[in-house]
């Protein structure tokens, strides 16, 4: 049980989108950073207890070669354990072979990630910008054809450990060619934590301009630098609608040695409860299932709202 005057006041702010979504990728981004290999077994409750507590879009894990991310090396079996209409369970696939390992576990819902710079895009996919977007065009086109929806992430959007600031122009070329492939939807990432609120207002008034819909764009903030929410808002003002978060605040980007961890789901639906939205999400549940994570991994969550309420009482597992 949490006190009362532990709940976010609630103040309405004019001029915001009428609806959030959240989008949840702590049981894929989160975990794949992690060393210490989860048991499958506690990936799948990590999950239901994600959509016991209200969030409706788990991202769930990625048919990545376990020679990359050793870590979900048992996507098969996290699919296998879960009742796939029970809420949205996107996973990630890197190439027409992770596609085809989603397609013959019943997944409906696939991701793609794309980098808007080279240097990312070398050390991360191998490749160069233009064909990685190349190896999704097949990826797209069929999982489009089969009836699914399909996100395209793009990482570096707000800076690059190697290349340093990044143009928005190279940013809009690269959604424009997934949105050409048909992905359904856009999240753009700030990799390593550096983006600020003005870059990020900016941002958006560039893909707007060469035309793309704010409607299909979805935000994913890392909080190396503390900005995270500070970005969340400015994203809000600049008409942005989803936001990628992770529970308890865990992972970030095991290929980019400065992105320390993702925005806490739990710190995002503080704030945005605050600002009168109903994310449907009951935030004692979710701090609870960040503490019982937590506890697996070995380490405190770094959330800030998880610390908080777990102090208070409304973080028992």
Not at 113 to 127: C, H, K, V
Not at 139 to 163: K, T
Not at 194 to 217: C, K, P, S
Request: charged share 20%; net charge negative.
């Amino acid at each position: 049980m949490i006190l009362p005057a532990t709940l976010p006041t609630v103040v309405r702010q004019p001029g915001l989108p009428a609806a959030v979504r959240v989008y949840e990728v702590g049981p894929r981004d989160g975990l794949q950073a992690e060393k210490t290999v989860v048991p499958t077994a506690t990936k799948v409750e990590f999950v239901q207890r994600l959509v016991r507590a209200g969030l409706d879009t788990v991202e769930v894990t990625s048919f990545v070669s376990p020679r990359w991310v050793p870590q979900l090396a048992d996507a098969p079996d996290v699919v296998a354990g879960l009742d796939l209409h029970a809420a949205r369970h996107p996973v990630l696939v890197p190439n027409e072979r992770g596609l085809d390992r989603a397609l013959e576990c019943g997944v409906w819902e696939i991701a793609v990630f794309a980098s808007a710079t080279e240097a990312f895009a070398r050390n991360n996919l191998n490749s160069t910008v233009d064909d990685s977007l190349r190896m999704f065009e097949p990826v797209v086109r069929r999982g489009r054809e089969a009836g699914m929806r399909v996100r395209g992430y793009v990482s570096m959007c707000f800076g690059d450990p190697w290349e340093g600031t990044v143009a928005p122009a190279q940013i809009a070329a690269v959604a424009g060619r997934l949105l050409e492939m048909g992905v359904t939807s856009l999240s753009l990432g700030d990799t390593i934590g550096a983006g600020t609120a003005g870059q990020v207002i900016a941002l958006v008034e560039h893909l707007v301009g060469a035309g793309v819909d704010r409607d299909v764009v979805a935000m994913h903030f890392h909080d190396t630098y503390g900005q995270a929410l500070a970005n969340v808002h400015a994203a809000l003002t600049a008409g942005i609608a989803e936001f990628d978060a992770s529970a308890g605040g865990i992972g970030g980007c095991p290929f980019a040695r400065s992105a320390t961890g993702n925005l806490a789901t739990e710190d995002l639906v503080w704030m945005l409860t605050g600002l009168g939205y109903d994310t449907g999400v009951d935030l004692p549940e979710l701090v609870a299932t960040s503490v019982w994570m937590s506890q697996v991994l070995g380490r405190p969550s770094p959330s800030a709202v998880v610390r908080a309420m777990a102090r208070d009482g409304g973080g028992q597992s």
